[in-house]
């Protein structure tokens, strides 16, 4: 439960980052907010074809406003908040991921115009020490409005990544081989990273094995003729 009015909270950054995105909107007295951590980066807002990561963490984020507001006790949901942790320490591959989104216009939170970190990000210049904080933050917290409309659309989407989930899930079962039977959707580098089927995978191939140094899919930090 927050009190986002309450006068020694004004300046505290998340705080005032939240109200922002809540906007001018009357918020009732009491009230509660669901914060869903993330261990990746900030998602682009389109995938290749396939619905993003951008769309699916807020649905999912409006399925738990659900859950929660059937408990008994439960206060009125008002928003959701993604926390992507990894945008708090951004590596070089992210700042890399960053840039490439910026000149695709894929990307929400930007640097700003005219100042010395958007020309080192432009450059691919980044000193990671010095990225700052209010930018990080910004990229870190991206804030989901909660209302009965938008409920409803989430379930109902969300209903329809599950029967994909199931449908797939089924075909191998019964047989098929992997790549036939499972949708590939290369939408986000850090998924495809960590995914067991990257080593044969032309989907990796195609979009990011060329990202990480070269065509050979590689584990994150392996060198050719190194260790990890």
């Keep these: 439960s927050v009190e986002l009015a309450k006068p020694e909270h004004a300046n505290n950054l998340i ?30 807002h389109f995938g290749m074809g396939k619905k993003s990561l951008w769309e699916q963490y807020a649905w999912q984020v409006q399925t738990y406003a659900e859950l929660r507001r059937k408990q008994q006790g439960a206060k009125p949901v008002i928003a959701g908040v993604l926390l992507y942790i990894n945008e708090l320490a951004p590596t070089n591959l992210d700042i890399d991921i960053l840039r490439d989104d910026m ?7 930007m640097p700003e115009e005219g ?13 990671l020490k010095s990225v700052p904080l209010d930018f990080r933050m910004r990229r870190a917290l991206h804030v989901v409005p909660v209302n009965d409309k938008s409920i409803a659309q989430a379930l109902n989407e969300f209903d329809k ?13 019964h047989g098929q081989a992997i790549l036939s039977c499972w949708d590939r959707n290369p939408n986000d580098v850090q998924t495809c990273e960590v995914c067991d089927s ?19 899919p590689r584990l994150p930090g392996h060198k050719p003729g190194g260790s990890v």
């Design 15 to 44: 705080v005032r980052i939240i109200k922002s995105k809540l906007g001018s909107a009357k918020l009732p007295a009491s009230f509660e907010i669901i914060i869903d951590y993330k261990g990746m980066r900030r998602p682009n």
């Design 103 to 109: 000149r695709q216009g894929i990307t929400d939170v």
């Design 115 to 127: 100042t010395e970190f958007a020309k080192s990000v432009s450059l691919g210049k980044v000193n």
């Design 161 to 173: 990544v599950v029967k994909d989930i199931e449908t797939c899930r089924g075909r191998e079962s």
């Design 198 to 216: 990257r080593t044969y995978c032309p989907d990796f191939q195609k979009h990011h094995a060329s990202r990480l140094g070269g065509k050979e």
